[in-house]
DNA sequence: AATCTATACGAACGGTCGTATTATTAGTTT
DNA sequence: AAACTAATAATACGACCGTTCGTATAGATT
């Protein structure tokens, strides 16, 4: 069997394929609507194939968490970190967070906020992984924000500002998705726009 | 067969019963984890009999939105329109929101988060549905800040400041069930205040 | 008393779900 | 070339899904 940096090449590609179809269907049916079957069938292989790969559906829905925060990473995170730390971090991570969502990166809008919304009112270990990445993602807001404000460029508490900012971008995600059109985007901007002006000094 | 107001007894309290378990399953479960052969267990009649007063699943969806809105409509818009219009109704529709999520008058939050997120991004009379009721809920927030607007108590743009509002209030009761705690309300009330402090005139 | 209708029931349907077991293929190693 | 192993496939299982059907009951109408 081939090998590359002592992982298994062919089985490695499937599961990758795997993990990118999948989250594309969570993000518009869910976790729980993401099926064994349904997902094996629009890859071409086989449902006894696909699972072994996982060994069960929370398995797959774990990995499935893990291969979105990859690219929630790429997409909103890391472009943001290559902005210099202060208020244009923060102003960077908001316009990457509501490009995220407007280019669809998942179909279904961010994936995280689906899914969170899915299992926030349920047990489990889905559930707790969704806790500990929704964590992240604020506490990393939350530093952002704060680095602005140990410059002076901000004043404001970082945990408020978060909030706030978390906030618009997760409505206007959601405006955007029922309504389909780009109106929340707008708003949103300018309420970004608007809180990080009366927290400037 | 006994007659109330044109309307049959026994068949009408099977219904309600009916709803008023469905709204509860799918505030934590979705409307499409609420399955009819569940909520007959639970209310100890038949699966068929429960599903001969809805002819569909999708029709027992469409009457739990219904039922949900009434529910919603008593807890959150009736409370804040027995206040005169303007500023104080716009702070008491706040207020009512938060206690309607903090009290869990439906246990998984609020319903209509929760099935918005889970069909926002599918087609069907459900989603329709849900448009619906989100354009209403909107208009409705729109429409009391602007009567604070023309009574000059604040200065902002409807619409805007309505955007603000909900998208607290929605990141509230996500922290609050996602987290199970509280801090997500002192959050959200903190900056409603700010919000309507930076808008009053 | 006879008829009609609303309501509820049990049983069964075809499908899909997640999962387990067993077999087959393909690639590497010896 | 043979042996071994990882990857995929085939098949089957029981549980549950939404739905349909035929039937029983009970209250209302005539």
Chains 1, 2 share one sequence.
């Not at 006894?48 to 559906?57: C, E, N, Q, V, W």
């Not at 906020?113 to 992240?136: M, N, W």
Request: aromatic share 6%; charged share 30%; proline share 2%.
């Amino acid at each position: 069997m081939e090998k590359v940096d002592g992982r298994l090449v062919r089985g490695d590609q499937t599961r990758r394929a795997v993990l990118r179809r999948a989250v594309d269907i969570a993000s518009v049916d869910g976790l729980e609507g993401l099926s064994i079957g349904r997902l094996a069938t629009d890859l071409g292989i086989s449902k006894s194939g696909l699972f072994a790969h996982f060994g069960s559906k929370e398995e797959l829905q774990l990995a499935t968490i893990r291969a979105a925060r990859r690219i929630y990473a790429d997409a909103v995170v890391m472009p943001a970190l290559e902005v210099e730390p202060g208020l244009a971090r923060v102003r960077k991570l908001g316009e990457c967070w509501l490009d995220y969502s407007r280019r669809r990166i998942f179909p279904g809008g961010c994936f995280f906020q689906k899914v969170s919304h899915e299992y926030a009112a349920r047990g489990g270990a889905v559930h707790e992984a969704l806790v500990v990445v929704h964590r992240e993602w604020m506490d990393l807001m939350e530093n952002v924000v704060r680095e602005a404000v140990d410059r002076g460029e901000l004043d404001a508490d970082p945990a408020q500002l978060a909030f706030d900012l978390n906030a618009y971008y997760e409505a206007a995600n959601l405006a955007s998705i029922l309504h389909g059109d780009e109106s929340g985007y707008d708003q949103a901007s300018r309420s970004i726009r608007v809180r990080l002006e009366s927290a400037g000094r």
